[in-house]
C-alpha cells in the first residue's frame, strides 16, 4: 500500500488551513488577496480522517477503499475549493492533504511558514463559540504570526453549500 502523507513541510509562504467551511473559504479567499499583493505563495492545507473526508468514487457499500484512494478524495475536493475561491492567477498555490489532527498538521505546517490564516470557526464544534478549537490553538502556540478572518471579511458574501459568490439583494 502507498504511504500516506502524515506530515507537511512548507518552506515560507502563507498557510491557510481549510476544512470545507464557509469560514475557510472565506480565510483562502482574504490569503490569496494577501498573496497576490506581497507575491508570495499560498500553501492550503487539510487535515483529514476517514471521518472527515470525502467518500472516494471507488467506495460502495460493504467495500472500504485503501488510504490513498480516501487522500485522492480529500485531495480532488480541496482543489474544487481552491479554484471556487476565484484567486487572482498570480498567485502560486499548492493543496496539502495531511492524514492526521488539524491542530499537529497546522502547527507543524505553521513551523515553516511565513503567516497561518484561519477561518474563525470550521465545520465541528459548538456554533455559539466565538473562535474555533484549532484557531485558538494556533493564536496561542503557532510559531509564526497567525490571522483569524471572521465571517464576512472579504466583502462577499458566500454561498453556504457551494462556497461560491452570491447574490446579494439590497
Known amino acids: ?3 500516506v502523507a502524515r506530515t507537511v513541510q ?3 509562504g502563507i498557510v491557510v488551513g481549510h476544512d470545507g467551511s464557509k469560514c475557510a473559504q472565506e480565510a483562502l479567499i482574504w490569503a490569496g488577496r494577501l498573496a497576490a499583493r506581497a507575491d508570495i505563495e499560498v500553501h492550503v492545507v487539510r487535515a483529514w480522517s476517514i471521518t472527515s473526508a470525502p ?7 460493504g467495500y ?6 480516501w487522500e ?9 475549493h481552491v479554484r471556487l475561491a476565484g484567486l487572482a492567477p498570480e498567485v502560486r498555490w499548492t493543496c496539502h492533504v495531511v492524514h492526521r489532527s488539524a491542530e499537529q498538521a497546522l502547527m507543524q505546517a505553521a513551523e515553516g511558514a511565513s503567516l ?4 474563525a470557526r470550521g ?20 510559531p509564526c504570526p497567525v490571522t483569524v478572518v471572521r465571517t464576512g ?13 452570491a447574490a446579494v439583494e439590497v
Request: net charge negative; glycine share 12%.
Open 10 to 12: 512548507i518552506d515560507g
Open 116 to 119: 497561518v490564516v484561519m477561518g
Open 153 to 165: 471579511a472579504t466583502g462577499k458574501q458566500l454561498d453556504a453549500v457551494t462556497g461560491e459568490n
Open 72 to 80: 485522492q478524495a480529500v485531495h480532488d475536493e480541496l482543489t474544487a
Open 55 to 61: 467518500q472516494p468514487a471507488s467506495w460502495t457499500p
Open 123 to 142: 465545520r465541528g464544534g459548538f456554533a455559539g463559540l466565538l473562535l474555533g478549537s484549532v484557531s485558538d490553538k494556533l493564536v496561542h502556540h503557532a
Open 1 to 3: 500500500m502507498d504511504e
Open 64 to 69: 472500504v477503499p485503501p488510504l490513498p484512494e
